[in-house]
C-alpha cells in the first residue's frame, strides 16, 4: 500500500497520459492501453554505450500484474514480485475505506496470471502485496521471500513453513542462476510524512488474519533480480521510499519506481535516479487503481501525479527511457512490447 486514505473525487480521474516533447507509441497495434514513452534514439544509444551493451532481449520477459507486481519469465522458470490480482472491493476509492474488509483471493483469476512460479518476493505484508500469495504458495509449491511478518502472516494462513525464506536485506541468494538481491527499503509516507497501517510480528499473530486490518506492513524490502550472468537486472519496489545508501551501487538495467502519492520524500525521484545511477529504463508502478480487474484498462490511482513522475525522470535522467506499461502487454528484457 503506497498511499495514504485521503479519496480524490474520481470525477478528477485523467483520461489519457500527457503528451511530451518525445515520441509516444501507442499500443493500440498491440492491442496495450497504456502508451509506451522511449527516449529519443541519441539518448537511448547514450545510455545503453555507458553501461555497456546490456542485456539480450531475449534474455527473459516481464510482465506487469498491476499495483507493484511483476511475473518474470527466464526460460521455463517464472519468478513473481508482490502478485496481488484478485484485487477486492475495500471502498478506498469511493471514500468509504473499510479496514475491516475481509481478505479474498479468487483462484480463477490468480491462475490465470501465475503460471508455475518457482519463487515469489514479498516487498512488504500489506493487503495488496500479500493477500493473494498464501494461495499461489499452497498451491504451487514456490519458495516465498519475505520479512519476519510476513513468514509469521503465512504460516498463520497455512503456509508450509520450510518454503518460506525470511530475510532482512543485504543477502544474495543464488536460485539456480537466477540472483536476487535484497535491499533493505522503507514504506512509502503520507503527507503527514506518517506511514500507513505499521507494525511487525516477531511472533505469529493471536488470531488467523482475515481481515485487511490484520496484514501490518512488517517493514519493507526492495529486490534486484538478475536473470544469469547477461541479465537483465531489474529493480522492484513495492513502496515509494527507499534507503540512499541501500541501493547505491545497484545500477541495474530496469528498474521498476513506485509512483509518490505525496512530496513528504525529500526529492525522490532525483535522488533515487542518481542513486540507482541512471538505469537505462524506468517503468512506474503502483499508480493504478487496484480495486478494477485486471482484465481492463489501467485506470489511475487519482493520488498519484504519474504526469509529474514522467516530467521528473525527463529532467533527471533524460537518457533513461520511460515505459509505461499496460496489464495485457508481454515485455522482453529490454521493455520493449512482444506481444499483448
Known amino acids: 500500500m503506497t498511499q495514504d486514505t485521503r479519496v480524490t473525487d474520481r470525477s478528477d480521474?485523467?483520461?489519457?497520459?500527457?503528451?511530451?516533447?518525445?515520441?509516444?507509441?501507442?499500443?493500440?497495434?498491440?492491442?496495450?492501453?497504456?502508451?509506451?514513452?522511449?527516449a529519443t534514439a541519441a539518448t537511448a544509444s547514450a545510455g545503453d554505450s555507458a553501461r555497456g551493451r546490456g542485456p539480450d532481449a531475449g534474455s527473459a520477459t516481464f510482465r506487469w500484474l498491476g499495483t507493484a507486481g511483476w511475473r518474470i519469465d527466464v526460460g521455463d522458470r517464472t519468478v513473481l514480485?508482490?502478485?496481488?490480482?484478485?484485487?477486492?472491493?475495500?471502498?478506498?476509492?469511493?471514500g468509504a475505506f473499510n479496514p475491516r474488509t475481509s481478505l479474498q483471493t479468487r483462484p480463477d483469476v490468480v491462475n490465470a496470471?501465475?503460471?508455475?512460479?518457482?519463487?515469489?518476493?514479498?516487498?512488504?505484508?500489506?493487503?495488496?502485496?500479500?493477500?493473494?500469495?498464501?494461495?499461489?504458495?499452497?498451491?504451487?509449491?514456490?519458495?516465498?521471500?519475505?520479512?519476519?511478518?510476513?513468514?509469521?502472516?503465512?504460516?498463520?494462513l497455512g503456509v508450509d513453513a520450510a518454503q518460506i525464506s525470511v530475510v532482512k536485506g543485504g543477502e544474495v541468494l543464488d536460485f539456480d542462476g537466477i540472483i536476487v538481491e535484497v535491499v533493505p527499503s522503507l514504506h512509502s509516507r503520507n503527507k503527514k510524512c506518517a506511514y500507513f497501517a505499521p507494525g511487525t510480528?516477531?511472533?505469529?499473530?493471536?488470531?488467523?488474519?482475515?481481515?485487511?486490518?490484520?496484514?501490518?506492513?512488517?517493514?519493507?524490502?526492495?529486490?534486484?533480480?538478475?536473470?544469469?550472468?547477461?541479465?537483465?537486472?531489474?529493480?522492484?519496489?513495492?513502496?515509494?521510499?527507499?534507503?540512499?545508501?541501500?541501493?547505491?551501487?545497484?545500477?541495474?538495467?530496469?528498474?521498476?519506481?513506485?509512483?509518490?502519492?505525496?512530496?513528504?520524500?525529500?526529492?525522490?525521484?532525483?535522488?533515487?535516479?542518481?542513486?540507482?545511477?541512471?538505469?537505462?529504463v524506468a517503468v512506474p508502478v503502483h499508480w493504478d487503481n487496484f480495486e478494477t480487474p485486471l482484465s481492463g484498462t489501467p485506470e489511475r490511482d487519482p493520488a498519484m501525479d504519474l504526469d509529474g513522475f514522467v516530467a521528473q525522470v525527463e529532467k533527471v535522467s533524460p537518457a533513461t527511457r520511460l515505459v509505461v506499461p499496460d496489464y495485457r502487454t508481454v515485455y522482453d528484457a529490454t521493455m520493449r512490447p512482444m506481444s499483448a
Not at 502485496?129 to 514456490?142: N, S, Y
Open 113 to 156: 496470471h501465475i503460471g508455475r512460479p518457482d519463487l515469489v518476493l514479498v516487498s512488504h505484508s500489506h493487503w495488496d502485496h500479500l493477500a493473494d500469495v498464501p494461495h499461489i504458495a499452497r498451491t504451487t509449491g514456490a519458495r516465498v521471500v519475505g520479512t519476519e511478518t510476513t513468514y509469521h502472516l503465512l504460516v498463520a
Open 81 to 94: 514480485f508482490d502478485p496481488y490480482l484478485t484485487r477486492f472491493t475495500t471502498g478506498l476509492y469511493e
Open 13 to 38: 480521474l485523467p483520461s489519457g497520459l500527457r503528451l511530451n516533447r518525445r515520441s509516444v507509441l501507442r499500443g493500440a497495434a498491440l492491442g496495450a492501453a497504456s502508451p509506451l514513452i522511449p
Open 201 to 280: 510480528l516477531n511472533s505469529p499473530p493471536p488470531t488467523v488474519p482475515s481481515t485487511i486490518s490484520d496484514l501490518p506492513e512488517g517493514d519493507t524490502l526492495a529486490f534486484q533480480v538478475t536473470a544469469g550472468d547477461t541479465g537483465p537486472s531489474a529493480f522492484l519496489m513495492g513502496a515509494s521510499d527507499f534507503s540512499e545508501r541501500a541501493v547505491q551501487g545497484l545500477r541495474p538495467d530496469l528498474a521498476m519506481i513506485a509512483v509518490p502519492s505525496s512530496t513528504a520524500t525529500h526529492r525522490y525521484v532525483p535522488r533515487l535516479l542518481r542513486a540507482l545511477d541512471r538505469p537505462r
